[in-house]
Structure formats: C-alpha cells, structure tokens
C-alpha cells in the first residue's frame, strides 16, 4: 500500500510563510474543519473567527498554517511555529519544477524569470548551476523568507 506525504516546516511566522509559499506552489489556504468559504473570502480571517470561537488566545493563532494543491495531486505543506532559528543547511529541501521540458538556454530563461517572481514575493537568490549535461540541466538555488533553501529546476 502506498503513502501520502505532508510536507512540515518548522517556522517563526507559520501564516506569512504560507502564504508565500501559496504564492510559489499556486496553492489555496484551506479553511477551518466544517467551515465553508464563499468566494473570495479570506481563509485567515476564517481561521482567526474559528480559533476565537473555540476560545484560542490571539497570541496563539499564528501557531501553524498550511498550504494545499487545489487540484488535489501535490502534496499538503503545513508550517508550524517554533523558537529556534534555522542554523544549518536543509538535509531535505523541495524542488520547484519551474521550466518542465525546457533545455538548455530556455530553461534557464524560464528560471531566470521564475527567480525574478519569487524573489518579489521575498525570495533570495543564492546561487546559479549552469547546465551540466548528462547529469544537470541547470537550477536556481533560492530561499523563502525564513531562510529554507528550495531549488527552481
């Protein structure tokens, strides 16, 4: 029998890291268990009405968050608060599959410009791999705001 995963990274501010990582994956906020939301609406402040009404306190409700693939296919990434700083490199980090099919100069394009995005939601650039063939195409190492590194390619 085969397993699903769910992506946790640990986080200072759980809802702000969702909510660039949405704006990476092209993924949604889900509301509250049992709660349906009309269109448009803002799943945090959802969430905050919800946490109040169950009697959470205000300086608890950035505790955790997470993001879903609305289709349904990618895996759940939830973020849940910790003390601790990141003091070391990732020993697992995501790939963000930004120029599937695309080889040599117009992939790297196409990270280039994928690079340019994240970097506006608060991404940093860390560093360009050149394409390498037969073992390497090319990426973009990157990290979120909190300092994870992920890799565009």
Known sequence: ??????????AHDPRGLSLFWRDVLGYVIPGPPGVELADGADPLAAWDEFLAKLGVPEEQRNSNSAV??????GPRV?????????????????????APGLDGDERMAALEAECDRLVALGATRLRRSEPAPPMSMGFIVMADPEGNEFCLD
């Open 1 to 10: 029998m085969s397993r699903t995963v769910q992506i946790t990274v640990d």
């Open 68 to 73: 879903e693939d609305p289709e349904g296919a």
């Open 78 to 98: 939830f973020f849940q608060r910790v003390p601790e700083d990141k003091v070391a490199k990732n020993r697992v980090h995501l790939d963000v599959r930004a």
